[in-house]
T-cell receptor, first 115, second 112 residues
Framework: NAGVTQTPKFQVLKTGQSMTLQCAQD?????MSWYRQDPGMGLRLIHY???????DQGEVPNGYNVSRSTTEDFPLRLLSAAPSQTSVYFC??????????????FGAGTRLSVL | ELKVEQNPLFLSMQEGKNYTIYCNYS?????LYWYRQDPGKSLESLFV?????AVKQEGRLMASLDTKARLSTLHITAAVHDLSATYFC????????????FGTGTRLKVLA
């Protein structure tokens, strides 16, 4: 059981480049989310999805796009990378639904540096 | 705006000692999570607390929730080196919103 899989694990970009961080889960979870983790700031929610075709913004959505065409996949797109987007990115998923515990399962993370 | 504050931010303790990490949040929420993160690793779930007065225990860790005080505690009993990690609490910004706000984390180091 793979759980939540993120690719790539490491990435270096130049300012202005675009890229997509991939996230896939095999647990049939409805809820998926993207966080960024910066030193001293905990995790901050970028975007989230409560099911295929449904996405919404979190705390820090600017500069990022998401889409959810299938239950399994939730890619995060950086449109024009900036040094401020240097961070560690985590994808997470949970069962979702009213009354569910919604414990999130996290991927291994993607370490992104923007030069 | 929902804020989640943890203290202390850093904690260095001797093996065998007891200590408590505090998580305060600023608005009403009846669901609180604790996660653990080892250095350079991902996060793993420790506890989910779903109601006022909820208490969960796993090994040397015990978590509790007081929704009236908007406070959760993570108590460590007789610490061992393997508990060294960063501990995060997280709160849902309103039931059913799926917007989770994380505290800044408590970095725990247990010294042999």
């Amino acid at each position: 059981n793979a759980g939540v899989t993120q690719t790539p694990k490491f990435q270096v970009l130049k300012t202005g480049q675009s890229m997509t961080l991939q996230c896939a889960q095999d647990m049939n979870h409805e809820y998926m989310s993207w966080y960024r983790q910066d030193p001293g700031m905990g995790l901050r929610l970028i975007h989230y999805s409560v099911g295929a075709g449904i996405t919404d913004q979190g705390e820090v959505p600017n500069g990022y796009n998401v889409s959810r065409s299938t239950t399994e996949d939730f890619p995060l797109r950086l449109l024009s990378a900036a040094p401020s987007q240097t961070s560690v990115y985590f994808c997470a998923s949970s069962y979702g639904g009213v009354g569910a515990k919604n414990i999130q399962y996290f991927g291994a993370g993607t370490r992104l540096s923007v030069l | 705006e929902l804020k989640v504050e943890q203290n202390p931010l850093f904690l260095s303790m001797q093996e065998g000692k007891n200590y408590t990490i505090y998580c305060n949040y600023s608005t009403t929420s009846d669901r609180l999570y604790w996660y653990r993160q080892d250095p350079g690793k991902s996060l793993e779930s420790l506890f989910v607390l779903l109601s006022n007065g909820a208490v969960k225990q796993e090994g040397r860790l015990m978590a509790s929730l007081d929704t009236k005080a908007r406070l959760s505690t993570l108590h460590i009993t007789a610490a061992v080196h393997d508990l060294s990690a960063t501990y995060f609490c997280a709160v849902e910004r309103g039931r059913g919103t799926y917007k989770y706000i994380f505290g800044t984390g408590t970095r725990l180091k247990v010294l042999a």
